[in-house]
């Protein structure tokens, strides 16, 4: 009759460890779901950023190219003129 009831006691606290044991890892799982989520907004927002920067960027490279082609087009005609006068 002993070990019957000790059987009990010992299966009825082995259900409840389950148990236990299982509510921790459904609490681990959604922390380690959450900190994911962050993680990826995270570097969403950092792409985001990042994508602005290169389209900045990009302008800056656009303007300062157009602005190096439109001088050395100016020094091209400047050249031309002179050799022009100089024929004459």
């Known amino acids: 009759m002993k070990k019957i009831i000790l059987s009990l006691a010992f299966a009825a606290l082995f259900i409840s460890c389950q148990e236990k044991t299982k509510e921790k890892l459904e ?3 959604d922390a380690v779901g959450t900190e994911v989520e962050q993680k990826i907004d995270t570097i969403g927002q950092k792409i985001d950023t990042l994508g602005h920067k290169i ?3 990009a302008d800056s490279v ?3 190219t ?3 082609v439109e ?3 100016e020094k091209v005609e400047e ?3 002179k050799v022009k006068d ?3």
């Open 27 to 29: 609490d681990a799982k």
């Open 55 to 57: 389209d900045t960027a």
């Open 62 to 64: 656009k303007s300062k």
């Open 66 to 68: 157009k602005q190096a």
């Open 71 to 73: 001088k050395g087009a």
């Open 79 to 81: 050249g031309a003129k």
């Open 86 to 88: 100089a024929v004459k």
